[in-house]
């Protein structure tokens, strides 16, 4: 067999494809009482249920007075708001009582399964408030793997959820195990997100 060293320039492309996703979800809405939080610096924290990209976060609105209400979210490592900042979403409206989703795709914030990370909201504006739950009981502690921040106890958790998607295998071009492929040909990879593109060395066997 002969082996050829040969350096090839990987066109990287974005391309938005997941194969598997899940969901974190505190599952408090509508269970053992409802607060509502002016919703300026609280949080929620959680566990990944699996590697891959945190797609977006969601939480629950309360009262939102008429005019311009506005929130970002930040997410941290770790259990609460002095962990590593891993990315800031921009700012979206919040009306009155309807959940409010943060598409954080393109922030490209990659979590660890079974690793607690934090979403910070944080206002810019109006009096828009976000709910969470105020059961007293310690035992009604609808979601283990997370807790509200800044408000309520140490059981109670936020109206919220997480969407994680997985990182699919890259696609390439020409495909794995092909032959007779000219050694002029651009070698393609597509990536489930974006890459830095770079050169990089590459057997090949012929």
């Not at 194969?19 to 809405?29: G, H, K, L, P």
């Not at 609460?80 to 989703?101: D, K, P």
């Not at 195990?177 to 012929?206: G, P, W, Y």
Request: contains cysteine; proline residues 3%; neutral net charge.
């Amino acid at each position: 067999m002969k082996k050829l060293l040969l350096l090839f320039s990987f066109l990287l492309l974005m391309a938005h494809t997941y194969a598997q996703q899940c969901s974190e979800n505190t599952n408090v809405n509508g269970i053992a009482g409802t607060g509502h939080t002016p919703g300026n610096n609280v949080g929620q924290s959680f566990t990944a249920c699996q590697t891959g990209l945190l797609a977006t976060v969601s939480a629950v609105s309360g009262n939102a007075p008429a005019g311009s209400n506005e929130f970002i979210v930040e997410i941290h490592a770790g259990e609460g708001f002095n962990g590593t900042l891993l990315g800031r979403s921009g700012s979206i409206f919040i009306g009155a009582n309807r959940t409010v989703t943060w598409n954080l795709r393109s922030l490209g914030i990659i979590v660890q399964a079974g690793q607690k990370y934090t979403a910070q909201f944080l206002r810019v504006r109006g009096d828009a408030q976000l709910k969470y739950s105020t059961a007293a009981n310690p035992a009604l502690d609808y979601y283990t793997r997370g807790r509200a921040i800044g408000i309520g106890q140490p059981h109670n958790d936020m109206f919220f959820s997480a969407l994680i998607e997985t990182l699919s295998a890259p696609t390439l071009n020409p495909a794995d195990d092909a032959t007779e492929v000219a050694r002029s040909t651009d070698l393609k990879m597509t990536f489930s997100r974006s890459m830095e593109a770079e050169s990089v060395n590459i057997t090949i066997e012929n």
